[in-house]
């Protein structure tokens, strides 16, 4: 049975856009597969580990083939056990708000503590980087206050989207949905597009574990 893990990467609750639109698609998912197990990640919780000086050495100490020790080798279980949390699921639902034109530091802190060598990735002197994730399925809800598509430079860029897929192909997971809600506050019509996102997120859950 697939394992389906949602990481909202917003803080400001019931008041987010994105885990709204997230909760509709997990309500739909419950709707469809009633025993299909979902695990609630908030990366806001205070249960994220810090990804600091001793990381970054264990980090590079395993690449080199070594053993991480003292706070490094701490640091190194942190990131594990983050790790072993998100390669349980074999779905993943993201709900992501546009900061700055990319994702919320906590995403990006989260993205830094699981990509491990030997975990999310491996690599070779000749070949390069290989994903080492497998199975795997995602479906990223984005929402922006002011960007949109269809606007210009003076109402942001995305490097939200693009961020975020290019690193979970470059983890091997290639199957990925997206859904968009924006822009959702600077627009004189937001409910037309809160509507049309909230269905689609409908849509894509009905068919997301198959």
């Known amino acids: 049975m697939n394992k389906v893990l949602h990481l909202s990467a917003s803080p400001r609750g019931p008041r987010s856009e994105s885990r709204a639109i997230a909760s509709t698609f997990l309500d739909t998912l419950r709707e469809v597969s009633p025993r299909t197990p979902v695990d609630e990640y908030d990366l806001w919780d205070g249960t994220l580990p810090a990804f600091g000086p001793d990381a ?3 980090k590079m100490a395993v690449f080199a083939g070594e053993e991480p020790r003292g706070a ?3 640091a190194w279980q942190a990131a594990i056990g983050s790790f072993r949390r998100f ?5 993943y639902v993201f709900s992501v708000p546009m900061w700055n034109a990319g ?3 906590i995403l990006k802190q989260f993205i830094d503590v699981i990509s491990q060598p030997g975990l999310v990735f491996g690599f070779d002197p000749a070949a390069g980087y290989r994903g080492l994730l497998r199975g795997k399925r995602a479906a990223v809800i984005y929402t922006s206050a002011v960007y949109g598509p269809e606007r ?3 109402f942001g860029a995305d490097f939200q989207a693009p961020y975020l897929e290019n690193w ?3 983890a091997g997971v290639d199957d990925i949905r997206s859904i968009h809600f924006r822009p959702n506050l600077a627009t004189a019509d937001a409910d037309t597009g809160r ?3 909230h269905a689609e997120a409908r849509d894509v859950a009905k068919l ?3």
């Open 56 to 58: 970054a050495a264990a």
């Open 72 to 74: 490094a080798a701490e």
């Open 87 to 91: 390669d349980a699921a074999d779905r």
């Open 103 to 105: 994702v919320p530091y």
């Open 152 to 154: 210009g430079p003076a």
């Open 168 to 170: 979970l192909r470059w």
């Open 195 to 197: 509507r049309l996102a």
């Open 208 to 210: 997301f574990l198959q």
